[in-house]
């Protein structure tokens, strides 16, 4: 079966982003980014499935900017066979990147689609769940076990209390949660390789998708910074700390 | 301004998130009415229609809605919409999960995880795992939205709204429930506990969270993790605190051996006073600590434990 996997570029997790200083959004100039935790959960798993057998080929999908190429690599560099840039310099929200995938679904055919849970830039946790309503096809969302099998995958949803177990039939979206695998460090040679796979760059009008965006930022601003706090000696002085001052033991 | 929250509920209680949802919801308006969709389910019903600000439920009530999938709670959310103006789910496990196909089937963006409402129209929601708070505004005929619950405290006093049936529609199909693996635990759940234990990493296997547990059980507390806790399987993923984990801000947040890495940080920062007991006097956790202790929680918490 072919798998199609949604790639995102954001600003590496690790770095503390800064608000610019007019407050009309967070630099992003010369900031180190990285593919989305969860989108590289979503690659390795797709590998994974490739490699047990199950999967014939993978196309993965990133949308936006042609910096976005380097992301396509690094999947390629985990084992994705092939790429699509659908390049763009609108700031794209999950709704346009759904209705994008939508409209390469509908020539790519895929029996099945795995997003990553959450973009960690915007935070949104929506892409997955739109794609599949859009499609009229069966959701598993926060996934930590992908079972396919036959016309049909087992899953495993991490809920806020526990665990639970779907069937669903396939075609299907699915949306990768931490637990679903630890993704593979990329090598070199993998490296060298992924600058051969074949990488097609669209636009959206060519797929005849508006991505125009439908919320508009006003402003951000950084949180208020908590008051610093105070060490103390012992135990004995934090417990009296919070039941004299915090009062809340 | 007509306003649907859509009820977290286990079809005889409501869960804790749906009345701050509802608190948020009766500062767009005042005209709120409730949806509880699930089977059997007229407890919940009773317990929404007495939430102080709720006008009207709806109830629906079928087999297919006796847990919440996907694809049937959007459907029948989406069969209602067009008479509101706003549609609001907590930003739990259970919101996440649904609302972006209403969004999506409605053809109109969703707005994640509100923090603040400036008006009918624009919202406060984090972004960059909470390093950053952005105002956004929405333009879109219907404002669908999940509500972060630690942003809204519930209305105090009690309520009495009308009951109304609305129809089910059928079951897609699509995905069969097989079961749940709920973690049972007698301590109150992390998104409602007032006070919070959290175990990192430091706290070197499972077995040594019973120290967590028995300081928990002094102050009423649920028990918490950072991911590397999870991920070395200390403890299950359902304790997970953190940007990609549960979003918490009790009264009392105590991290021990947690370091405080921005992800984690994202969960629990807006927790009204945070201890911290960490043996590395260089840990970020302590930027946003109240109170610190730099000592070993081998010896520390016991020590507290003892003291309480
Ligand atoms: C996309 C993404 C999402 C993430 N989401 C989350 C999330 O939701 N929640 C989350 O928590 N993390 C999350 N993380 C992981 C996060 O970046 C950190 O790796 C994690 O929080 C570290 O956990 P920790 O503090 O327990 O471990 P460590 O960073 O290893 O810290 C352990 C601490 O214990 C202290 N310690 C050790 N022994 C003792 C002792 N005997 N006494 C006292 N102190 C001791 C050490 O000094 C140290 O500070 C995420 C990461 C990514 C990339
Ligand atoms: N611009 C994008 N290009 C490709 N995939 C995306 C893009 N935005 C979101 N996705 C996918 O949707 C998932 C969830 O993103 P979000 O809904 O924005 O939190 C990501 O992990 C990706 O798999």
Redesign the interface.
Same mark, same amino acid.
């Given at each position: 079966m072919k798998v199609l996997v949604g790639v995102k570029r954001v600003?590496d997790?690790n770095v503390?982003?800064r608000?610019k200083a007019d407050g009309s959004g967070?630099e992003t100039a010369n900031i180190k980014m990285a593919i989305n935790p969860f989108c590289e959960i979503a690659v390795e798993q797709a590998v994974r499935m490739k490699e047990a057998g199950l999967v014939t080929e993978i196309v993965v999908v990133s949308v936006g900017l042609p910096q976005c190429q380097e992301t396509i690599r690094t999947a390629m560099a985990m084992g994705a066979d092939r790429g699509i840039l659908v390049d763009t310099d609108v700031d794209v %929200?999950?709704?346009a990147v #759904?209705k994008v995938m939508q409209a390469i679904i509908a020539k790519e055919n895929p029996q099945l689609v795995i997003m990553g849970? %959450?973009a960690?830039? +915007? !935070?949104? +946790? $929506?892409?997955? $769940?739109?794609? =599949?309503?859009?499609l009229g096809?069966? $959701?598993? @969302?926060?996934c930590?076990k992908i079972e396919p099998a036959g016309d049909h995958a087992?899953v495993t949803r991490?809920?806020? /209390? /526990?665990?639970?177990? *779907?069937?669903?039939?396939l075609p @299907?979206v699915v949306t990768a949660?931490?637990?679903l695998n630890e993704p593979r460090y990329v090598t070199l040679p993998n490296i060298m390789k992924a600058k051969k796979k074949p990488l097609e760059v669209i636009k959206p009008d060519a797929l005849g998708v508006d991505v125009a965006p439908?919320?508009?930022?006003?402003?951000?601003?950084?949180?208020a910074k908590?008051? =610093? /706090?105070?060490?103390?000696a !012992?135990? #004995?002085e *934090?417990?009296s700390?919070?039941k004299n001052e915090?009062k809340?033991? | 301004m007509a306003i649907l929250v859509i009820a977290e509920h286990d079809n005889k209680q409501l869960k804790t998130g749906t009345t701050n949802t509802i608190a948020a919801a009766t500062k767009l308006g005042a005209d709120v009415s409730v949806l509880v969709a699930g089977h059997q389910c007229a407890d919940a019903a009773a317990a929404a229609a007495k939430v102080p600000g709720v006008t009207k439920v709806l109830v629906a009530d079928a087999a297919h809605y006796a847990v919440p999938i996907a694809e049937n709670m959007s459907a029948l959310v989406v069969s209602i919409a067009d008479k509101f103006t706003h549609i609001l789910a907590p930003a739990t496990g259970f919101g996440k999960n649904f609302m972006p196909r209403v969004a999506a089937l409605l053809d109109v963006a969703q707005i994640s995880d509100i923090v603040g409402i400036e008006s009918v129209d624009t919202f406060v929601r984090p972004i960059y795992a909470g390093n950053v708070l952005a105002t956004v505004q929405s333009k879109d005929k219907i404002k669908v939205i999940t509500v972060r619950i630690t942003g809204f405290d519930p209305a105090e006093g009690a309520g009495s709204a009308a009951t109304e049936n609305v129809a089910a529609v059928a079951d897609s199909g699509l995905t069969q429930f097989k079961g749940q693996e709920v973690t049972k635990s007698a301590r109150p759940e992390l998104t409602a506990a007032r006070v919070i234990v959290s175990g990192g990493r430091g706290m070197g296997n499972g077995e040594n969270f019973k120290l967590l547990e028995a300081l928990a059980d002094k102050l009423g507390a649920a028990v918490g993790a950072s991911r590397a806790a999870v991920d070395s399987g200390f403890v299950t993923n359902d304790y997970q605190v953190g940007q990609t984990g549960k979003i918490v801000a009790p009264e009392l947040y105590i991290a021990v051996g947690i370091s405080g890495a921005i992800q984690h940080l994202a969960g629990m920062k807006d927790s009204k006073v945070i201890v911290a007991i960490n043996k590395d006097a260089e840990a970020p956790i302590f930027s946003v600590a109240n109170y610190w202790l730099v000592d070993d929680l081998f010896k520390a918490v016991p020590e507290m434990t003892a003291a309480l």
């Open positions: 600003v997790p503390k982003v608000v967070v %929200q999950p709704l #759904a849970k %959450q960690v830039d +915007n !935070d949104c +946790n $929506q892409t997955g $769940q739109m794609l =599949s309503a859009l096809w069966p $959701q598993a @969302a926060f930590s087992e991490e809920m806020d /209390g /526990g665990l639970e177990k *779907l069937t669903i039939k @299907a949660d931490l637990r439908r919320l508009i930022t006003l402003k951000v601003v950084e949180p908590r008051g =610093s /706090g105070v060490k103390l !012992d135990v #004995a *934090l417990v700390k919070l915090a809340v033991i | -």
